[in-house]
């Protein structure tokens, strides 16, 4: 099982990782072994809670699929272990960010110090101005 948080899990089964070659430099090695993991998770098709789906298709991220399906590939390490292991946190990282409820942003009004202030310095900046013109004799 895959730890989201206290009350979210995923199961494995749920998780498709596929072996693939990786991309880039790394001489004659780099042909021969499929180093790099392409991680697959169905949101759709997941255990995880209505609320928590509906947020995640609703993310502007491009390793989410008009499908619904995360697609993440992960190649930074030699070993799959570490590539594995890499992919699984960025995709608990992904829906950790939807898990966590955010603050309702509550409007405020300025100050009437701050408002006064600001039309002071309005008045001052444009008695500047207005001494920049050209001096008549």
């Known amino acids: 099982m895959l ?7 995923i199961k494995p ?3 498709e990782l596929i072996a693939i070659r990786a991309q880039g430099a790394g ?11 392409h991680l697959r998770f169905d ?22 699929t008009k499908e619904g399906v995360i ?4 190649q930074q390490y030699r070993t ?9 946190n960025r995709l608990i990282e992904i ?5 966590v409820q955010q603050k309702s942003r509550r409007p405020t009004k300025p100050t009437k110090g701050s408002q006064t202030r600001r039309l002071n310095s309005k008045t001052k900046k444009g008695q500047i101005k207005a001494l920049r013109g050209r001096i008549t004799d």
Do not use: F, P
């Not at 730890?3 to 899990?9: E, L």
């Not at 799959?80 to 699984?88: G, M």
């Not at 829906?95 to 898990?99: H, L, N, P």
């Open 13 to 15: 089964e749920e998780v």
């Open 80 to 88: 799959q272990e570490q590539n594995r292991e890499d992919a699984l």
């Open 27 to 37: 001489g004659q090695n780099v042909n021969k072994v499929s180093s790099a993991i």
């Open 43 to 64: 949101i759709a098709n997941s255990s995880l809670h209505d609320v928590y789906k509906q947020r995640l298709l609703a993310l502007k991220d491009h390793r989410i």
């Open 71 to 74: 697609v993440i590939k992960a």
């Open 3 to 9: 730890k989201i948080n206290d009350h979210t899990t």
């Open 95 to 99: 829906i950790k960010t939807v898990t």
